[in-house]
């Protein structure tokens, strides 16, 4: 099993920007894919970003342009650079390693606050 720490989090005003890390026990290079998700209170998790292990990447519509999913090999580091943030965004924003055999590994979250 694969640790993962999130990092990054906090209060910001709307229109802000957070960068979230999010920090691997182990080598990110053989994971299949790698993700951020979120779950506002009362709301099911759902999918920000991923990134694969070529490096593709995918956004959820709503932060598209604004949201970069990105990695760092060498650090076994993913990161999630967020701008122009949201109220409606407010959520804890959880980290996910896919293994090559498509097993998940899940961060214990970190909390965004978006609010003035």
């Known amino acids: 099993q694969v640790q993962l720490v999130e990092s990054g989090g906090g209060l910001v005003q709307p229109g802000g920007s957070l960068r979230l890390s999010c920090a691997a026990s182990?080598?990110?290079?053989?994971?299949?894919?790698m993700g951020w998700y979120r779950q506002a209170p009362g709301k099911q998790r759902e999918l920000v970003a991923t990134?694969?292990?070529?490096?593709?990447?995918s956004y959820a519509d709503s932060v598209k342009g604004r949201f970069t999913i990105s990695r760092d090999n060498a650090k076994n580091t993913v990161y999630l650079q967020m701008n122009s943030l949201k109220p409606e965004e407010t959520a804890v924003y959880y980290c996910?390693?896919?293994?090559?055999?498509?097993?998940?590994?899940w961060g214990q979250g970190t909390q965004v606050t978006v609010s003035s």
């Open positions: 996910l390693y896919q293994s090559s055999s498509c097993h998940n590994d």
């Open positions: 182990e080598s990110i290079r053989s994971a299949n894919a």
């Open positions: 990134i694969t292990k070529g490096g593709g990447t």
